[in-house]
C-alpha cells in the first residue's frame, strides 16, 4: 500500500461494500454477490502490490472463508 493511502477510509469503503453484497446476496437468495466482491476484491489486493492475480491475498482469503466471513 502507499504510503499516502487513508486506511480508514479503504476499510470503510470495504466494510460497506461487504454490507451490500451480503444485502444483495440475501435479497437474491444468490450468494452470486458475495462471490464477485470477494474475487474483486482480493485479486485487486495482489495487483495493488504489484503480485499477479492477487496471490498476496490467499492467506487473508482463506482465513476468510474458514471463520465464514466471506
Known amino acids: 500500500m502507499r ?3 487513508n486506511c480508514k477510509q479503504l476499510a470503510t469503503f470495504i ?3 461487504m454490507q451490500g453484497a451480503f444485502l444483495l ?3 437474491q437468495r444468490d450468494p ?3 462471490v464477485n466482491l470477494k474475487e474483486v ?3 485487486s489486493c ?3 502490490l504489484g503480485l499477479p492475480g492477487g496471490s ?3 492467506r487473508t ?3 476468510c472463508e474458514r471463520s465464514g466471513f466471506i
Open 3 to 5: 504510503a499516502d493511502t
Open 15 to 17: 466494510v460497506s461494500s
Open 25 to 27: 446476496a440475501k435479497a
Open 32 to 34: 452470486a454477490p458475495v
Open 41 to 43: 476484491l482480493f485479486w
Open 46 to 48: 495482489g495487483r495493488k
Open 56 to 58: 498476496s491475498c490467499t
Open 61 to 63: 482469503k482463506t482465513a
